[in-house]
């Protein structure tokens, strides 16, 4: 196979998502700190649909709360403050995010 730029080009386009989408849609979650232990699955399918940028320990209320990157998310613009969420999962699998206090 030859290099060139182009394909190179070529190739980071097709894996990069639009850049006006990377990053704005963020959200903060919590999850009981007992659950990535005793509901492995629940954790693994919230996961699996977000990219987590910080994950903390608050040991006081017995949660490890996430800031992630999500569809399931609303679109944060610069200089807002980033909401918090609810997560949920439906009968049928379907993984939601609700607005706390809204």
Same mark, same amino acid.
């Not at 659950?35 to 977000?50: D, I, P, S």
């Not at 995010?97 to 809204?102: D, F, L």
């Given at each position: #196979?030859?290099?060139?730029?182009?394909?190179?080009? !070529?190739?980071?386009?097709?894996?990069?998502?639009? %850049?006006?989408?990377?990053? =704005?849609? %963020?959200?903060? /979650?919590? +999850?009981?700190? %007992?659950?990535?232990?005793?509901?492995?699955? /629940?954790? =693994?399918?919230? #996961?699996?649909?977000?990219?987590?940028?910080?994950?903390?320990?608050?040991? +006081?209320? !017995?949660?490890?709360?996430?800031?992630?990157?999500?569809? +399931? /998310?609303?679109?944060?613009?610069?200089?807002?403050? =980033?909401? *918090?969420?609810?997560?949920?999962?439906? !009968? *049928?699998?379907?993984? =939601?995010?609700?607005?706390? @206090? @809204?």
């Amino acid at each position: #196979m030859h290099y060139s730029e182009e394909r190179e080009e !070529d190739a980071r386009k097709a894996l990069s998502p639009p %850049r006006k989408v990377v990053g =704005t849609r %963020r959200g903060v /979650f919590a +999850l009981p700190a %007992r659950a990535v232990l005793e509901k492995q699955w /629940f954790v =693994t399918r919230v #996961m699996g649909l977000c990219a987590i940028l910080k994950a903390e320990s608050l040991v +006081l209320h !017995d949660v490890i709360e996430y800031h992630a990157i999500s569809d +399931l /998310f609303d679109v944060v613009e610069r200089g807002q403050i =980033t909401q *918090n969420y609810d997560i949920s999962i439906a !009968d *049928n699998g379907e993984v =939601t995010a609700k607005k706390r @206090g @809204g």
